[in-house]
């Protein structure tokens, strides 16, 4: 079931919670990338509340921090 944040925005927890709520969703495609959200780049929970947070895929956030491992 998808979460509220702190600006009022639903955070899903997963694929079909996104796909559920998806017209009330702020990002429909990553800032980033441009890919829509799908299974292929956003793989766990944190991952697709994150989507909703920073407009950026997984995949893409990730690779933000990648130089920092």
Known sequence: MASV?????????S???FADNYDAMKFK???NCSKGFTP???QSRLGWRE???SG???TCFDGLFKDDE
């Open 29 to 31: 495609h990553c800032m």
């Open 15 to 17: 694929e079909a919670d």
């Open 51 to 53: 989507t909703q947070l």
């Open 5 to 13: 944040g702190l600006r009022g925005n639903l955070l899903p927890d």
């Open 40 to 42: 292929e780049n956003v």
């Open 56 to 58: 950026f895929c997984e």
